[in-house]
């Protein structure tokens, strides 16, 4: 639990970072390349490169999933939402997590389907009254990275742990940055566009998150992901949203809606606690 917490707060300013001062001045795919490209460079030294084919390939897809289409999807959704509907729509993770654990290990419960449809409800709240294509096309993408950065997340998890005679973990984890440089190098190389920092600050975030947040930050988050179980990592990934919203506002954007925002919040929350109050203890106790 001390990595989850420690990478939450090493997260909470990125939201932001990325917000006011990346994603409308400097290209997406860009910034996603450049950033994986600086974690790849953080760990390959530490490589360890005698490995299992398939736990080697198993990482790379890790890898692919939660940060090079994770990222892909990411980016996109600050060009069509504000920080805080982003961070408010990634309130869904958790939901993610908690059904591909159970998928995985052959379990399954409608009752996701129920609180994920509260859930929607919630975001629909935040903006029921400005309701276009462009907000709800922001929905659907922040919901394409939640469900990549939830399938990354688990499957590191579960290789890890049919794995469990495996090296030390930072020894593995250069494996996770190539196969998310597998997927970022072809975007770039096929949409993306010209405009590259053209500040000492820009570049200086896009340094913070590379190594940062991306380097430090998802190999922390994923070791701590496997020294917890599946609820307290479902819980752990919500714990992001109030920190990165509590940062976002009270320093960037202090004139956002906060009623509708806290009503939307609530329905939201009210879509975890429904599903830890009612639908694991209902599952637990059906495996017992």
Known sequence: MPYLMSVTLLWAFSFSLI???LAASVDSYFSVLSRIGMATLLFMPLMSWRQPPRLALGLMACGALQLGLMYLFYYQSFLLLTVPEVLI???LTPIYVTLIY????RRFNPGYLLTA??????????????LTDRYLLGFAVVQGANLCFAL????????MERYPAHPPQHKLFGYFYLGALAVVVPAWLLLGGDRYPATHLQWGILLWLGFGASGLGYFLW?????????????????ALVPAGLLVNLLIWNRDADLLRLGLGGLILVASLWLNEAWIKPA??????
């Open 152 to 159: 990354g997340q688990v499957g590191y998890k579960v290789l």
């Open 19 to 21: 917000g006011v001062y």
């Open 89 to 91: 729509f990634t309130v």
């Open 102 to 105: 159970d998928l995985l290990h």
């Open 283 to 288: 599952t637990a106790a059906r495996a017992g």
């Open 222 to 238: 994923n070791k701590g992901a496997t020294l917890v179980n599946a609820g307290a990592l479902a819980i752990m990934n919500n």
């Open 117 to 130: 449809a509260l859930a929607v409800i919630g975001a629909l709240v935040i903006r029921f009254d400005g």
